[in-house]
T-cell receptor, first 118, second 111 residues
Framework: AQTVTQSQPEMSVQEAETVTLSCTYD???????LFWYKQPPSRQMILVIR??????QNATENRFSVNFQKAAKSFSLKISDSQLGDAAMYFC???????????????FGQGTTLQVKP | ETGVTQSPTHLIKTRGQQVTLRCSSQ?????VSWYQQALGQGPQFIFQ???????GRGNFPPRFSGLQFPNYSSELNVNALELDDSALYLC??????????FGPGTRLTVL
């Protein structure tokens, strides 16, 4: 069974600075997707960034980028130029890409609460 | 394009009661997944519906059941509520194997 682990329950960053959130996962599959979701106090889960395991190039979305290390099963999120609106709970998630009966279910980590200080 | 909606926003029930939560999927999506998120935890997969049939289930007892309708909206039913069922229930819609878009959730409190 696949597992996702986020070892940092809380992180803080100064506005305009850079912060990195860590995530490790365990799987025996070779083809899968990894995601970072943001959940602000409004509760709506918002997709931040997505990485396909078969792509070696790290995904980037504006101020958000990932460091995907497939062999190490590590998937960290870097937020550059942090803004007050980035304050939220961040979840790392895994999804299988193939397989019979594959539901495409997301497996989430425990989350990291990010505080942004003005 | 209308996003994923859920109703009600929050509700309070007592132990032993039954509850029905509703989810309207995003236009063009035929798959709905339900997740339970306990306070301070990551969401846990309950089950998924694809074209009106259950298409996978997480580690939840049979008192958690669901439906999907021809318009792809969905219901989550929980019977014999327990205190531990208190959580945020999230619905996500997608095309088959596509990106999941989440609704705002329903906060259930069981007293």
């Amino acid at each position: 069974a696949q597992t996702v682990t986020q070892s940092q329950p809380e992180m803080s960053v100064q506005e305009a600075e850079t912060v990195t959130l860590s995530c490790t996962y365990d799987t025996s599959e070779s083809d899968y997707y990894l995601f970072w979701y943001k959940q602000p106090p409004s509760r709506q889960m918002i997709l931040v960034i997505r990485q396909e395991a078969y792509k070696q190039q790290n995904a980037t979305e504006n101020r958000f980028s990932v460091n995907f290390q497939k062999a190490a099963k590590s998937f960290s999120l870097k937020i550059s130029d942090s803004q007050l609106g980035d304050a939220a709970m961040y979840f790392c998630a895994y999804r299988s890409a193939h397989g019979s009966g594959n539901t495409g279910k997301l497996i989430f980590g425990q989350g990291t609460t990010l505080q942004v200080k003005p | 394009e209308t996003g994923v909606t859920q109703s009600p926003t929050h509700l309070i029930k007592t132990r032993g009661q039954q509850v029905t939560l509703r989810c309207s999927s995003q236009s063009g999506h035929n798959t709905v997944s339900w997740y339970q998120q306990a306070l301070g935890q990551g969401p846990q997969f309950i089950f998924q519906y694809y074209r009106e049939e259950e298409n996978g289930r997480g580690n939840f007892p049979p008192r958690f059941s669901g439906l999907q309708f021809p318009n792809y909206s969905s219901e989550l039913n929980v019977n014999a509520l327990e205190l531990d069922d208190s959580a945020l229930y999230l619905c996500a819609s997608s095309s088959r194997q596509g990106e999941q878009f989440f609704g705002p959730g329903t906060r259930l409190t069981v007293l």
